[in-house]
């Protein structure tokens, strides 16, 4: 298997204390800060691209303004993403032996719901750049 498999569909183990789980998702905690972190400066291009374009929307909010929202949108998503472990071992508590091997699934499934919000605001922006324009031409048909 490749790295980036073994990295996203690790064989499970069967039973795990609460440090191993901790410890488990910690180990991938940078990665995920990566990617998200990632996919959050292709999200800013991309906005910047589309606030460009003559007649849209307005422009991006002031740089001071833009760096407080992402902070506080990392904090955020690491705070979600707490909640990776605190599910898989509650699992692990209440069902004992027979808890689903969740760790992995979890994972995979938060990093992709983090990766669809990080990328939300290039729909937004699109959509509102595409209304304005269409209204922007309207308002000429309509003279």
């Given at each position: 298997?490749t ?6 569909f ?16 910690e ?18 291009t ?9 007649g ?60 669809g919000?990080t ?10 750049n ?14």
């Open positions: 298997m790295a980036l498999a073994n990295f996203l690790p064989v499970p183990v069967r039973h795990r204390s609460a440090a191993a789980v901790w410890r488990w998702w180990e991938r905690r940078l990665t995920y800060n990566l990617i998200v972190g990632a996919i959050g400066v292709v999200t800013v991309v906005v910047s691209v589309i606030v460009a374009i003559p849209g929307i307005p422009g991006p909010p002031p740089i001071a303004q833009f760096l407080a929202v992402a902070a506080v949108y990392g904090v955020l998503a690491n705070l979600c993403y707490c909640l990776g472990p605190l599910t898989e071992s509650a699992l692990n508590w209440l069902w004992e032996d027979d808890a689903p091997r969740a760790g992995p699934a979890l994972y995979r499934q938060g990093l992709g719901f983090s990766v919000l990328l939300l605001p290039i729909l937004i922006f699109t959509a509102g595409v209304l304005e324009l269409l209204a922007g031409l309207a308002r000429l048909l309509l003279r």
